[in-house]
């Protein structure tokens, strides 16, 4: 589907909610396309997050830093509960699976 906060009916970003077609319970899961030079907005969300980057690289903006930081395959990205966070690819497009817990 297309990512809702980017607004370009998917060319430059998409996501793959896999919670939504098996229940995973308290976790929020899916996989984030993000195609080259493009980018997925800043934003935040109260559960925490953890992305682990299978393909590709790019800019991570995460765990409430102001600065970004270039991540590649196998790394992992964890925010805390409304960490500013955003993405921004190169040349490069990245894909991630990432995992939201959403449990009390």
């Not at 299978?54 to 102001?66: C, I, M």
């Amino acid at each position: 589907m297309p990512a809702p906060r980017v607004g370009d009916d998917g060319s430059s970003a998409g996501l793959a909610l896999l919670s939504d077609c098996v229940d995973l319970g308290p976790l929020n899961v899916g996989l984030m396309l993000v195609g080259p030079n493009g980018g997925y907005p800043e934003h935040h969300h109260p559960p925490p997050e953890v992305y682990l980057i299978l393909g590709g690289e790019a800019h991570w903006r995460y765990g409430g830093s102001t600065g970004f930081r270039l991540r590649t395959v196998g790394d992992v990205v964890h925010n805390h509960p409304n960490d500013l966070h955003e993405v921004r690819t190169s040349s490069l497009p990245t894909v991630a699976v990432w995992v939201l817990y959403d449990g009390a």
